[in-house]
């Protein structure tokens, strides 16, 4: 999550779709001059200094509740999140956990981890996007691509010109689709444990229809 109040933006990080990279292509990411920042766990009103914990996966409406104990008026700010096609997101989720994490959860196979969400056990890392994107009365004014901001910035450069994160690293395949670290089996099984993303994010993602 990144509220800057120098381009008035409050940004919903929905996990494993590049929120560490494009938070950081704020200046409210080093400069605590605004209004308000996030620091550790807290949001802070710089004006006031009144302060409200606040987790950094947090949904729309959860957030503006926050802004609103600490008192600053959201209503001038653009809400802004970004979504990764479907499919990738969840073998990501698995590569975080498995790599990233050094295998902590002992799962063997992606299939481990979609047991494990199935059974109950709700990670935000692997959360549906649609727990944020579907949340009651949010609204967005803007949802980016995620695949499109590692080709180019120029959309979100072209609202705030004031981005000024670097390019990001385009990781082996993260372009070029999923195929080779999934077999169809486990493709057909994310498609359907994960039927409401597929289904909202079709209009973003033609080839899932």
């Known amino acids: 999550m990144q509220i800057d109040s120098f381009a008035k933006i409050i940004y919903v990080h929905i996990p494993r779709t590049g929120g560490r990279w494009f938070s950081h292509g704020w200046r409210s990411h080093t400069d605590f001059r605004g209004e308000c920042h996030l620091l550790g766990s807290e949001l802070v009103n710089t004006q006031n200094k009144k302060t409200v914990a606040c987790g950094r996966h947090g949904r729309l409406l959860g957030i503006l509740e926050k802004l609103d104990v600490i008192g600053i008026d959201h209503i001038k700010y653009k809400k802004i999140t970004i979504v990764r096609e ?94 080779g670290s999934l077999t169809n089996k486990q493709i057909e099984r994310i498609k359907k444990v994960y039927k409401d993303d597929i289904e909202f994010l079709s209009s973003y993602y033609p080839h899932l229809k």
């Open 86 to 179: 479907p499919i990738d997101r969840i073998l990501s989720s698995w590569m975080y956990f498995f790599k990233e994490k050094g295998g902590r959860s002992n799962w063997k196979t992606i299939d481990d981890m979609l047991d494990s969400h199935e059974a109950g056990n709700k990670s935000a890392i692997y959360l549906p996007q649609t727990f944020w994107l579907c949340e009651n009365n949010a609204k967005f004014d803007h949802i980016f691509k995620f695949e499109d901001l590692l080709l180019s910035q120029k959309n979100i450069r072209a609202m705030w010109p004031q981005f000024t994160c670097r390019d990001p690293l385009i990781r082996s395949g993260r372009l070029n689709g999923y195929q």
